[in-house]
């Protein structure tokens, strides 16, 4: 039984970055961020989601780092980041501001991809100086904007409001989950991953959601519960494309038909047949190739633009 915060070989093991930096936010919080890959290349942002961590973007960084800039960050309370008693959307966007502020050169643009709370961290940010100012375009991944519990599917009851109260209580327990067994690896395969998820990519995720410290999942459970993003998603101009797993319980397919029917510049859907809540890990090739087609296509051109 294993406390490992992350697997240590395979595809999902994490690269080491060529740089490690911490950048203070808006209220003083430090956050952990790593930078991989030449330091003149087209720039990538990574946002990882709720109970996650660099970690989780292993095979983007991988994959990306070999002609990108490929920028990841913990969120705050997550990875390497400390937690912070500003458990907040607003803090969120903070954060992603002082990233982008933090290492990116003025002006500079960026393809920014957020997986699950790192979507509604750029939903958050939408609106910001510092995100319209190097946003280039942004990938969305197995994310909403609202009513997470009522459509979360992790109860396998029908829609209601024992439903929806049981799964806050579900998705908020304090309780801890302790080192990886394999009743936890079935338990996570059931809740966040595809039935058909191959047994090293829910290694890979079982050690990383079970290194989040319980209270850090608590209290953003809390802050998920309430979300109303609706603003940040009519303010989020930048082509943007979203993916999303048919098989997700956590964020069902309706928040990301939602999204694509909602942002004023999307370009597109992706629903990946079988796959559930994890998609940078259960579908590495796609979710790398939605950036790389991203940066082809927005960032590096306005770059090139800029440049001339």
């Known amino acids: 039984m294993s406390r490992l915060k992350h697997v240590t070989t395979g595809p999902y093991a994490p690269p080491a970055p060529a740089r490690?930096?911490?950048?203070?936010?808006a209220d003083g919080a430090s956050l952990h961020v790593e930078v991989h890959g030449p330091d003149d290349a087209p720039a990538v942002v990574l946002a990882h989601g709720w109970t996650c961590s660099t970690a989780f973007w292993a095979a983007q960084i991988r994959d990306l780092a070999a002609d990108h800039r490929v920028i990841a960050y913990?969120?705050?309370?997550?990875?390497?980041?400390?937690?912070s008693p500003a458990c907040t959307t607003d803090a969120l966007a903070d954060d992603l501001e002082a990233v982008l502020a933090g290492t990116l050169a003025p002006g500079e643009k960026a393809v920014i991809a957020g997986h699950s709370m790192g979507g509604m961290t750029v939903m958050a940010a939408a609106a910001r100086p510092r995100f319209r100012e190097h946003a280039a375009a942004v990938l969305l991944c197995s994310t909403g904007s609202s009513r997470l519990v009522e459509e979360s599917?992790?109860?396998?009851?029908?829609?209601?409001?024992?439903?929806?109260?049981?799964t806050a209580r579900v998705l908020g327990s304090r309780a801890p989950l302790g080192?990886?067994?394999?009743?936890?690896?079935?338990v996570l395969k059931y809740a966040t991953m595809g039935a058909g998820s191959a047994p090293h990519m829910v290694e890979a995720c079982a050690h990383i959601v079970h290194a989040c410290p319980r209270a850090v999942r608590h209290a953003w459970s809390e802050v998920l519960a309430g979300l109303d993003l609706g603003h940040g998603v009519r303010q989020l101009r930048v082509p943007t494309v979203v993916v999303t797993g048919t098989a997700d319980r956590l964020t069902p397919p309706v928040h990301a038909r939602s999204l694509a029917a909602e942002l004023p510049n999307c370009v597109g859907l992706t629903e990946l047949p079988g796959l559930g809540h994890m998609t940078p890990v259960e579908a590495p090739e796609l979710v790398t190739s939605r950036i790389r087609e991203l940066v082809g296509t927005y960032a590096h051109v306005k770059q090139l633009k800029e440049g001339a």
């Open 20 to 25: 490690e930096l911490t950048l203070l936010s």
């Open 74 to 83: 913990d969120q705050r309370g997550h990875g390497r980041s400390p937690a």
């Open 153 to 166: 599917r992790v109860v396998p009851l029908r829609a209601s409001a024992a439903r929806t109260w049981l």
């Open 179 to 186: 080192p990886v067994t394999p009743v936890a690896r079935r």
